[in-house]
Structure formats: structure tokens, C-alpha cells
């Protein structure tokens, strides 16, 4: 069981990254926290996917790259973040997974951020490649409630069925080994960089070892996520919407 605090919906999380290689857990750990904290998971990846099934012109156009594991252009997933970050839920934080993935996207991040009341910060889950090889290519997950299963660490109770909605499951089709490696090229070639660019702002940056029980990543990210909170600036009481960002159209 994860030990839960009280307190954590009184903790003003602000706005949180959650960053590492595909099938680290990012997406599975924003949903915890998401949960937790009372502020809504904001996947690009998802996001995406969702313009793909609707054939939206970005849907489209992204629909190539995403099956060939390469990473759709900074200035559309720029835009598509930003009207995200204008609705009403991310008041009090929000949890950013698979953004940014770049460092122009990190840059522009923080632009639009830079009058926000909290800095954001970011915790980087380490895990190694073998391992998330593994995780990726036995990973299904439901296509109404999101929720993610492993075949063999996290199997739902019936194969192939949600055990919360009894949805039929599904595997993402850039889960097979071929993407897999090209994913993992995209982050060593842009990615790596983004981590990098946060280590280097000491009291913004945390790092966990996410090869462990999910139990056990919750545990060291919520812990890694209140220090972090303590080093930065105290939140506004009145002001606590964590996402005031500069209207800069046409990103
Ligand atoms: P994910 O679900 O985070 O693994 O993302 C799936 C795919 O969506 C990636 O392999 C990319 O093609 C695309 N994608 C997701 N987030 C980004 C991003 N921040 N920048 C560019 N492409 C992205």
C-alpha cells in the first residue's frame, strides 16, 4: 500500500514534470498523483493520441512520427500544451508526462511560466534499458479509464480486460521492439538534454529510481516532490493558480 499523508490535497503541487525514457512509469505514476494531489495528468502522448483518433489536422499530421517513435514538431505540441494549460483544472498544478521533450520546449516552457506564483519542478525516473524493454512490450492498457497493465507485473484479473470498467484492453502500436528503439533514440538524442537542463537548476530538480515496486516510486516521488515545494518559494495564498501564463499566440 502507498502511505498516503493526509495532507497532500492541501499541498500546493503547482506545476510538476514528470520526466525519464518511454516505459519508465511516468504515465502510471501521474495518474497516482493525480489522484493524490487533486490536479489533472496532462500527457502529451495522450493528448496526441486523441487527435489521431479524431483525424484532427494535428492528429495527422503527428499520426506518421508517432508511429515511427520520432517526436512530433516543438511548435505544434507547444500550441496544443498551452490551450491545455488554459483550462480552469490546472489552478492548483498539474502534472506534466512526456513534456517537455526538448529543450526548446523546456524554454518555452518556462516563458510561459515565468510569472507563475510556483516554479515548476521536475522529477527524472531512472530506469534501465533492459528493463523497459520488457515494460513496453507486455504494457496493455484500458481505453476508457487509462489505467495501465503489465502482463506479467500488473496483469488485470480477467486477461485482457479492465478490471475498474471491464473495457477491453489494448496495446499501443508503437509498443514492439522496433519503436521501441527508436524512442529510445529520440531521447538520447533530444531528451537527455531536457534532464540535463534541470539538473542543472539544483533546487528544481529530483531524481528516483523507478525500478522498483510502484508503491515504492510513489513513495520516493511524492517525498522528492513535498521537498522540492519547501525549497521554493512559498505559494500565494490567494493566487494560487500555478498556471498564469503570458498570452503568446501563434508558438
Ligand atoms: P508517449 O505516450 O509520451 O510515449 O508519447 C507517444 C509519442 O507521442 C512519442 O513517441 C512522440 O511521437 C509523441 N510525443 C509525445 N509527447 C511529445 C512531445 N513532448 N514532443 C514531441 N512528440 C511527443
Known amino acids: 500500500m502507498t502511505q498516503r499523508p493526509d495532507n497532500t490535497k492541501e499541498v500546493l503541487p503547482g506545476p510538476v514534470l514528470l520526466l525519464?525514457?518511454?516505459?519508465v512509469g511516468k504515465g502510471t505514476q501521474a495518474k497516482r498523483l493525480m489522484d493524490e494531489f487533486g490536479i489533472p495528468q496532462i500527457s502529451t502522448g495522450d493528448l496526441l493520441r486523441e487527435h489521431r483518433k479524431n483525424h484532427t489536422p494535428l492528429g495527422l499530421m503527428a499520426d506518421d512520427l508517432m508511429?515511427?517513435?520520432?517526436?512530433?514538431?516543438?511548435?505544434?505540441?507547444?500550441?496544443?500544451?498551452?490551450?491545455?494549460?488554459?483550462?480552469p483544472d490546472t489552478q492548483r498544478g498539474y502534472i506534466l508526462d512526456g513534456f517537455p521533450r526538448t529543450l526548446n520546449q523546456a524554454e518555452w516552457l518556462d516563458a510561459q511560466l515565468a510569472e507563475a506564483p510556483l516554479p515548476v519542478v521536475a522529477v527524472n525516473i531512472v530506469v534501465p534499458e533492459?528493463?523497459?524493454?520488457?515494460?513496453?512490450?507486455?504494457?496493455?492498457?484500458?481505453?476508457?479509464?487509462?489505467?495501465?497493465?503489465?502482463?506479467?507485473?500488473?496483469?488485470?484479473?480477467?486477461?485482457?480486460?479492465?478490471?475498474?470498467?471491464?473495457?477491453?484492453?489494448?496495446?499501443?502500436?508503437?509498443d514492439t521492439v522496433e519503436v521501441f528503439h527508436e524512442r529510445m533514440k529520440s531521447f538520447r538524442a533530444k531528451t537527455a538534454a531536457v534532464i540535463e537542463y534541470y539538473k542543472a537548476h539544483g533546487s528544481r530538480f529530483a531524481?528516483?529510481?523507478?525500478?522498483?515496486?510502484?508503491?515504492?516510486?510513489?513513495?520516493?516521488?511524492?517525498a522528492a516532490l513535498q521537498r522540492l515545494?519547501?525549497?521554493?518559494?512559498?505559494?500565494?495564498?490567494?493566487s494560487a493558480g500555478a498556471t498564469r501564463l503570458k498570452a503568446v499566440p501563434n508558438v
Request: proline content about 9%; glycine content about 8%.
Open 20 to 23: 525519464g525514457a518511454p516505459g
Open 67 to 87: 508511429s515511427r517513435g520520432q517526436l512530433v514538431p516543438d511548435d505544434l505540441v507547444n500550441q496544443m500544451v498551452q490551450t491545455r494549460l488554459q483550462q
Open 130 to 174: 533492459q528493463v523497459l524493454l520488457e515494460r513496453i512490450t507486455g504494457r496493455f492498457s484500458c481505453p476508457v479509464c487509462g489505467t495501465i497493465y503489465h502482463q506479467v507485473s500488473h496483469p488485470p484479473r480477467q486477461p485482457g480486460i479492465c478490471d475498474r470498467d471491464g473495457a477491453a484492453l489494448i496495446q499501443r502500436s508503437d
Open 207 to 222: 531524481q528516483v529510481d523507478g525500478d522498483a515496486a510502484v508503491d515504492q516510486v510513489t513513495n520516493a516521488i511524492r
Open 229 to 238: 515545494r519547501q525549497d521554493a518559494a512559498p505559494p500565494q495564498p490567494s
